[in-house]
């Protein structure tokens, strides 16, 4: 802050307090004023083009124009699971997003809002009772991660075994098994499924 002693500065008045002989400035309200001037071209649904300026572990920033950026959250980059943005974007790369969100003078873009929705095409070709085929992904302290095609996945609850170690066994990470889908709701993204032949759990 000492760099700005003597220099001139535009700031906006918030406040002033004659009791205490003091007023208040904002040099960051100007900034937010005219950021919403920038912001109110743009509206929800709108497809844009942006560069990526920075990759984080919760995901991109993307320029859209001059002092306007705009965050496409991890969970808003693919259908498939995403664990490291960074393995897929590169600052200075150019993408195409949709906004779904315009809050607080903040834009909130997916990149996976443009592509074909996985679940839609599984709407077609599974039904709750079907044995499936899926391919362990993850493994957390909850359960299994398994996907049934790409872009669909569920966890296997850990309720499924007596122990987090019986799981990780029975269930190794990059292999395949047969699973029993107890529950399938494509619309809402809903997919719940146990080992063949064992009962649902009451959860």
């Known amino acids: 802050l000492k760099k700005l002693v003597g220099e001139k500065i535009e700031a906006y008045l918030l406040a002033a307090d004659p009791k205490e002989g003091k007023l208040i400035f904002s040099e960051r309200t100007l900034a937010n004023k005219n950021r919403q001037e920038i912001i109110s071209k743009y509206n929800l649904g709108d497809t844009v083009e942006g560069e990526v300026t ?35 974007y590169k600052p200075g790369q150019k993408i195409k997003a949709k906004i779904i969100e315009i809050k607080d003078d903040k834009i909130s873009l997916s990149i996976k809002a443009l592509k074909k929705n996985p679940w839609d095409e599984a709407a077609d070709e599974y039904k709750k009772g079907d044995e499936v085929r899926g391919v362990v992904i993850k493994h957390n302290k909850h359960g299994a991660l398994v996907s049934i095609k790409d872009g669909v996945s569920c966890l296997v609850h850990v309720s499924e075994f007596s122990s987090i170690e019986e799981l990780r066994q029975k269930l190794e990470l990059g292999k395949s098994y047969s699973f029993t889908i107890n529950v399938f709701e494509p619309r809402t993204q809903k997919l719940i499924m146990g080992l063949p032949g064992k009962a649902p759990s009451a959860a």
């Open 54 to 88: 920075g990759v984080v572990d919760f995901g991109l920033f993307v320029k859209l124009e001059e002092n306007l950026e705009g965050l496409v959250h991890i969970s808003e980059i693919d259908w498939s699971l995403v664990e490291n943005p960074r393995d897929h």
